[in-house]
């Protein structure tokens, strides 16, 4: 744990197979209030099964997770929900037919108390205020998903988030497939949350600049386990390609 924070999210020695296959082995990690941590590592390393756990969608065959110090064990995603800890996924999961607002409401919309109709206009205020407080510029709330950029659209699905008051956003890969301008959108975003400091994050990416950019600390995952934990004050875009390269080449070199 850092100095003067709170962990908000902790685990020890969690573990994860998928039949002969072992995900993750004996990982223990932790992110701290209003901390942003990055998490590397090849594809098939353990990651995103490390985020599935956090997020509830998996439970671990084995350790302890521990939520505002808390020990819990997370029956579903939605559990996880109600406990503040939300996901953004690659995919995003919205939908192009609906306006901005909609989709920021996706599951949880708003009706009138005394008829079971949707309450368009509190929905469409809600949504306006918020993207308002993250700094996110939209033509309008009124805009329908599809005729937005693809950094505007995973702003939409992070706003969507914070829209349920979330304490914990875990960002799978959010700038996969972006250019340099539309990543910007994104790590702008990531830096004004930040700022605030009233939501904590954890953030998968290959590129280890972005995550020097805008993390905290970083996190290395290696074949199912936390092979490396640093401030990244403390490291370096050249350190980090080195221990991956270095386990590019044990590799190789066990195939040899």
Same mark, same amino acid.
């Given at each position: ?6 962990s =908000? ?8 197979r998928?039949?002969?296959v072992? +995900? /993750? ?39 302890? &997770?521990?939520?505002?110090?808390? #020990?819990? *064990?997370?029956?579903? =995603? ?14 995003? +999961? %919205?939908?192009?037919e609906?306006?901005?607002y ?6 949880? $919309? ?12 509190r929905?469409?205020?809600? +949504? ?7 700094a996110?510029?939209l033509?309008?709330?009124e805009?329908? =998903? #599809? ?10 699905? !992070?706003a969507?988030? &914070? ?6 956003? /875990? ?9 340099a301008?539309?990543?910007?959108? !994104?790590?702008?975003?990531?830096? $004004? /949350?930040k700022?605030?400091g009233d ?11 972005? @995550? ?8 290395l =995952?290696?074949?199912?386990? @936390? ?7 403390? *490291?370096?875009?050249?350190?980090l390609?080195? &221990? ?10 066990? %195939? $040899?």
């Amino acid at each position: 744990m850092s100095a003067g924070r709170t962990s =908000v999210i902790r685990a020890e020695g969690l573990a994860k197979r998928y039949g002969p296959v072992t +995900a /993750l082995r004996d990982v223990s990690i932790h992110l701290d209030e209003g901390e942003v941590l990055g998490l590397i590592g090849d594809n098939g390393a353990g990651k995103s099964t490390l985020v599935k756990i956090l997020t509830g969608f998996h439970p671990p065959d084995a350790g302890r &997770l521990f939520i505002g110090g808390e #020990a819990v *064990t997370l029956r579903s =995603v939605n559990d996880a929900r109600q406990r503040g800890i939300e996901t953004v996924y690659q995919d995003l +999961a %919205l939908i192009d037919e609906l306006p901005v607002y909609l989709n920021m409401a996706l599951k949880r $919309e708003l009706t009138f108390r005394w008829i079971p109709l949707l309450d368009r206009r509190r929905m469409r205020r809600m +949504a306006a205020q918020r993207l308002q407080e993250m700094a996110i510029a939209l033509p309008s709330v009124e805009t329908d =998903v #599809a005729y937005l950029s693809g950094g505007q659209r995973q702003a939409i699905a !992070i706003a969507r988030a &914070l829209f349920s008051d979330a304490r914990v956003i /875990l960002l799978d890969e959010p700038l996969a497939a972006m250019g340099a301008k539309e990543s910007m959108v !994104i790590l702008d975003l990531i830096r $004004e /949350l930040k700022r605030r400091g009233d939501v904590s994050m954890i953030m998968i990416a290959h590129n280890y600049a972005q @995550i020097l950019d805008v993390c905290d600390r970083v996190n290395l =995952v290696q074949h199912g386990r @936390i092979t490396y934990d640093r401030l990244v004050d403390e *490291t370096s875009v050249h350190e980090l390609t080195d &221990l991956v390269a270095a386990e590019y080449r044990r590799a190789r070199q066990g %195939l $040899e």
